[in-house]
């Protein structure tokens, strides 16, 4: 199938590996260094809740075990779209606050992947500000097992000046997107 697959100009899309998502606190240093983003201390997780006791009990599973620690309750968030949006929080101006958000995100996702709900998880996102109230989030598609920034300006606009600037500054940190197409908008995503 590989030989068909380049004779026909198809490449296979990137698998999911979750554990790129601890790449995140380096790409935050580098992202404060290069552009004075800093992180925001929320993060979200997007995935298409699944009608069912089993989803239900994963589903209250990951909300009991993250409202276990010392830090703020989970919020679960529904958008227009059927989406439900777990939003963590941390502290934005504890050193360690980005790798404990990043270490709930991926227990998130791991346990529903493992639960065997991965088909449902659509992205997860650790949000930054900059001094001048810009803000950025990056994006990790869990299909793709990519990443990519995403800068809304207000309304159904976004910021990709600075989209640009911020994939070519953690470029060595990510493994970023490669077809922008993909970058798709989550204008109103909770926790940015």
């Excluded at 260094?33 to 929320?42: E, I, K, N, Q, V």
């Excluded at 909300?63 to 958008?79: C, F, M, R, S």
């Excluded at 990510?174 to 995503?189: I, M, Q, S």
């Amino acid at each position: 199938m590989g030989f068909l697959r380049a004779l026909l100009g198809r490449s296979k899309p990137p698998e999911p590996d979750l554990d790129r998502l601890f790449a995140l606190p380096s790409a935050a240093v580098t992202l404060r260094a290069a552009s004075g983003l800093r992180p925001m201390g929320t993060a979200s997780v997007a995935f298409r809740a699944v009608e069912g006791r089993a989803f239900a009990d994963v589903r209250r599973e990951v909300t009991e075990l993250l409202d276990a620690g010392e830090g703020p309750p989970v919020d679960q968030v529904a958008d227009e779209y059927g989406y439900t949006w777990l939003v963590l929080r941390g502290d934005p101006d504890d050193p360690a606050g980005i790798g404990s958000l990043v270490t709930d995100v991926h227990a998130v996702n791991s346990t529903l992947e493992e639960a065997g709900f991965g088909p449902s998880l659509l992205c997860s996102l650790v949000a930054f500000q900059g001094e001048d109230g810009r803000r950025v989030a990056l994006v990790y598609l869990y299909k793709r097992g990519t990443f990519y920034p995403f800068a809304p300006l207000g309304g159904q606009r976004r910021d990709t000046a600075l989209e640009l600037q911020v994939a070519a500054a953690v470029e060595g940190d990510l493994l970023l997107e490669k077809d922008k197409a993909r970058w798709f908008p989550v204008y109103g995503a909770p926790g940015l």
